[in-house]
Every structure is written in structure tokens, then in C-alpha cells.
T-cell receptor, first 110, second 113 residues
């Protein structure tokens, strides 16, 4: 079946440093999304980026579909960025049938 | 105010019992979903519903039964609970007609003893 692998498993930064998170997937999908899961557990969609480069605020995602990889760059990290970042691929023909990676746990120290 | 309400937030059950996890969304979406997150495992798709009809079921066990009494409700009934069912269950919703942004509830953390 489809697999989504994320690296690194965890990352510790000082506030102000940049973070680069990686997502590799076994087969192409119609949509790739990045989510943030707070330490309390709730999930928020950050970006949808099936191909190319997308920016929102301090986040930049680059997806190279033919190489089956995506990255999420967080610039000027803040302590409030701490949490788990999840990559998910959508294999549903309609609707949201997402296959998630296990995530990267980011900890930003003051 | 949360737009997807899941109740209860925490649930403890004994093996063999039955529980219902409640989900209501106030986003006006017609597609609703259940996902499960077990310890040290990725979030796992369980079910999708569109206009109160089952669209996709990736749960092998019939012990898991979604119930949609209203278009903004999708409850999850779990029977004959097992310790392996311990997980956080997330309800989600989205617009229909494509792969639109998915919104998640805060989850119900189920522990089966």
C-alpha cells in the first residue's frame, strides 16, 4: 500500500532558526497536504501543495512529484511552532482519504 | 468556538463493552470522516461519508459502525471493545466535490482496560 515517510523524526531548534522537514512517498497522489498537530493533539491544515512551491506566512512547501518528495521550510522559528508536523497524501478519487506520515516533532527553545 | 465538536474528550471503557463517540460539525460541510491515531502510529483513515451516505470504509472490523442521524452528525459506535482499540479518534469534515481542506475536531481519547 501507499507509504508516507517523514524525516527527521524530531528536531530541536533555538528560536529564530529555520527548520526543514522532509516527506517522501511511495506513489504519487492527487494532493499533498501538510498539517500541524499541537501538543494538545488538535490538527490544523497548513498547506496543500501537490506540486511546485507554495508559501504562506513563514512556511514554504516544495513538492517534486516525479521524485516523490515534499519539504516544509519554517523560517524564523518561534516557540509557538513547537508541535508535530504531519505530511499527508490524498488518494481518494473524491473527498479526503488521507494517508499520513508519522510526523516530525519540532521543539523550539526560547 | 470549536466548529467540530467531539464528545466526550476522554473515555475509559472495559473490554467487551460498547461506546459511542459523538461528532457534530457546524461548518456547513456535507462530507464527514473518522480517523484514528494509535500510540506511535500515523493517523489512519477509517470512514468517509458524503451527504450522510458511506463513501469509503477502510476499517476491517464490523465492530466499528458510523451513524449519521443528521447531516452534520457522524457518530462512531464501537462494540465489543478491545485494548487494541485504545486510541484517539478524530472526526473531520470538508466540502464535497473534490479534495478540499480537511478540518479536524479535537478528538476523543479512548482507553480500553
Amino acid at each position: 500500500g501507499q507509504q508516507v515517510q517523514q524525516s527527521p523524526a524530531s528536531l530541536v531548534l533555538q528560536e529564530g532558526e529555520n527548520a526543514e522537514l522532509q516527506c517522501n512517498f511511495s506513489s504519487t497522489a492527487t494532493q499533498l497536504q501538510w498539517f500541524y498537530q499541537s501538543p494538545g493533539g488538535s490538527l490544523v491544515s497548513l498547506l496543500s501543495n501537490p506540486s511546485g512551491t507554495k508559501h504562506t506566512g513563514r512556511l514554504t512547501s516544495t513538492t517534486v512529484t516525479k521524485e516523490r518528495r515534499s519539504s516544509l521550510h519554517i523560517s524564523s522559528s518561534q516557540t509557538t511552532d513547537s508541535g508535530t508536523y504531519l505530511c499527508a497524501l490524498n488518494y481518494g478519487s473524491s473527498g479526503n482519504k488521507l494517508i499520513f506520515g508519522i510526523g516530525t516533532l519540532l521543539s523550539v527553545k526560547p | 468556538d470549536p466548529k467540530i465538536i467531539q464528545k466526550p474528550k476522554y473515555l475509559v471503557a472495559v473490554t467487551g463493552s460498547e461506546k459511542i463517540l459523538i461528532c457534530e460539525q457546524y461548518l456547513g460541510h456535507n462530507a464527514m470522516y473518522w480517523y484514528r491515531q494509535s500510540a506511535k502510529k500515523p493517523l489512519e483513515f477509517m470512514f468517509s461519508y458524503s451527504y450522510q451516505k458511506l463513501m469509503d470504509n477502510q476499517t476491517a472490523s464490523s465492530r466499528f459502525q458510523p451513524q449519521s442521524s443528521k447531516k452534520n452528525h457522524l457518530d462512531l459506535q464501537i462494540t465489543a471493545l478491545k485494548p487494541d482499540d485504545s486510541a484517539t479518534y478524530f472526526c473531520a469534515s470538508s466540502q464535497t466535490g473534490g479534495q478540499n481542506t480537511l478540518y479536524f475536531g479535537a478528538g476523543t481519547r479512548l482507553s480500553v482496560l
